[in-house]
């Protein structure tokens, strides 16, 4: 008797899974993960400012220094893309510069409390005058904090 109660559960179980692979498609028929969205990519500076600020900022151009580059290495290169019209890798340099500027010690509890470092606002300033397409101002500010990152 026990022999013909399995019987019928294993046609039950059979038809599932037939019905199963019938109605799915095969997991192995997708050779290659889905296209991904790119990320919008731009070699102009942009979402500094509200006057030239996107939904999505774009990618910039990675500088072409070291992964443990110094801020005066930064500044120098944000220098030289800036002066070759290459707006977008200098604010990408500017950025690494005042990031790495803003490595500090603080007191615990205190990490919110804004830098008064004189280099990390001549950074600021150079940001807001590449952001701004002023020239003359980005390439005086960054003058500027190259003198400061050398002194200090």
């Not at 604010?91 to 830098?115: F, Y």
Request: glycine fraction near 6%; charge should be positive; proline fraction near 7%.
């Amino acid at each position: 008797m026990a022999a013909q109660e399995i019987i019928p559960m294993r046609n039950v179980f059979m038809a599932t899974i037939a019905l199963v692979s019938i109605t799915s498609p095969p997991a192995l028929a997708q050779t290659s993960a889905p296209p991904r969205p790119t990320e919008p990519r731009s070699n102009v500076a942009s979402n500094i400012s509200s006057s030239n600020s996107g939904l999505v900022a774009p990618a910039l151009p990675a500088p072409m220094v070291g992964a443990n580059a110094t801020v005066l290495s930064y500044l120098h290169v944000a220098r030289t893309a800036f002066a070759a019209g290459r707006t977008g890798e200098a604010q990408q340099a500017l950025e690494m510069a005042e990031t790495r500027a803003l490595d500090r010690s603080v007191v615990q509890g205190q990490g919110s409390t804004p830098s008064n470092s004189h280099l990390v606002a001549q950074i600021g300033a150079a940001l807001r005058a590449v952001g701004a397409g002023n020239r003359v101002e980005a390439m005086h500010r960054i003058d500027a904090a190259i003198t400061t990152s050398s002194a200090g």
